[in-house]
């Protein structure tokens, strides 16, 4: 008899340790896979140049728009979030904005992260890969011949914080515009697993341990607001939403603290909001920032924005 329970708790102890990694699993796959989104169909008529490039780690093939303005003096990334693709990272068409650049002086480069629209399939990483794909396009633009330190980058949410990483390691990098990025991907798991999971905490452990398994990333140890301190002094403007429903405004506060970074934050209640909620005053400002921060080197003018929009900065 006692053998035969014995063997009933050890099938029951195996049933449930089966039955939990089955749902870290669930668990796993929806947060390491991104929902497919393709780029609105290249028409030509725009200017749009359809290329392709390698991540810097050599693992993905990254598509991309590249809007090349003329003379050449200096460019912009464009790198949208998860489940997004390129023209739509600021969660609402971002085509005029990147002619409105290029018609300024800077060209633009916007791309597909690993994973999503049409470039090579990966993982979620929430930036510790992406941002490789990032320095995968300084690499494509210096080899066409724009100088290190005339290379700005425009993140959006996840692309926020590869922006933030890619910018760490990578000193061509000139100038940051991260608009609602996290800080800490352990606060943000904290403050929105339940929300997007519907399940007990005990649970999430076993999902991050199968993640690290498939991504070799610990997600949990993410930190963006630690490359955020090493920039140097690096021209940064961080962008937020005052009521931000997924990621607080307190990460946008945090990381313009860490980079010593100018903050604007907006009236926006939605995730990544603020263009869709004045895309004229928010173009605005991106305009001044990019050609400030990149034309105004060595003794080239920037370019004027063609109407003057004061920027609120946070207290």
């Given at each position: 008899m006692t053998s035969i329970l014995l063997l009933c708790t050890a099938a029951l102890a195996l049933l449930t340790g089966i039955a939990y990694l089955a749902v870290c699993a669930r668990i796993m796959q929806r947060f390491t896979r991104a929902r497919r989104r393709q780029p609105e169909p290249h028409s030509g008529v725009d200017g749009r140049d359809r290329v392709q490039f390698a991540s810097a780690d050599g693992r993905v093939l990254i598509r991309a728009w590249y809007l090349p303005?003329?003379?050449?003096?200096?460019?912009?990334?464009?790198?949208?979030?998860?489940?997004?693709?390129?023209?739509?990272?600021?969660?609402?068409?971002?085509?005029?904005?990147?002619?409105?650049?290029?018609?300024?002086?800077?060209?633009?480069?916007?791309?597909?992260?690993?994973?999503?629209?049409e470039s090579g399939a990966a993982r979620l990483t929430y930036g510790a890969h992406e941002q490789f794909d990032v320095r995968g396009a300084i690499d494509y633009l210096v080899a066409r011949g724009y100088e290190p330190g005339r290379i700005g980058v425009l993140g959006a949410s996840m692309g926020g914080s590869a922006?933030?990483?890619?910018?760490?390691?990578?000193?061509?990098i000139g100038a940051l515009m991260i608009d609602s990025a996290f800080a800490d991907f352990a606060t943000?798991?904290?403050?929105?697993?339940?929300?997007?999971?519907?399940?007990?905490?005990?649970?999430?452990?076993?999902?991050?341990?199968?993640?690290?398994?498939v991504?070799?990333?610990?997600?949990?140890?993410?930190?963006?607001?630690?490359?955020?301190?090493?920039?140097?002094?690096?021209?940064?403007?961080?962008?937020?939403?005052?009521?931000d429903p997924f990621v607080p405004c307190s990460h946008a506060r945090a990381i313009a603290a860490a980079a010593r970074a100018r903050l604007w934050v907006t009236p926006s209640n939605?995730?990544?909001?603020?263009?869709?909620?004045?895309?004229?005053?928010?173009?605005?400002?991106?305009?001044?920032?990019?050609?400030?921060?990149?034309?105004?080197?060595?003794?080239?003018?920037?370019?004027?924005?063609?109407?003057?929009?004061?920027?609120?900065l946070a207290a």
């Open positions: 303005a003329r003379p050449q003096r200096a460019a912009v990334v464009f790198v949208h979030g998860k489940d997004a693709c390129r023209g739509d990272e600021l969660k609402s068409p971002t085509l005029e904005l990147a002619l409105r650049l290029r018609a300024a002086g800077a060209s633009v480069l916007m791309l597909d992260l690993r994973g999503h629209g922006a933030l990483m890619a910018a760490a390691a990578d000193a061509r943000m798991l904290e403050q929105q697993y339940h929300k997007l999971s519907g399940l007990p905490w005990h649970f999430l452990p076993g999902a991050l341990m199968l993640a690290r398994c991504t070799g990333v610990a997600l949990q140890r993410l930190r963006p607001i630690d490359a955020a301190a090493s920039l140097c002094g690096r021209p940064t403007l961080v962008v937020h939403g005052s009521d939605r995730h990544l909001g603020s263009y869709a909620l004045d895309p004229a005053a928010y173009s605005r400002i991106v305009l001044r920032f990019f050609t400030s921060a990149l034309f105004d080197r060595r003794g080239v003018r920037p370019v004027t924005a063609p109407e003057s929009e004061p920027l609120r």
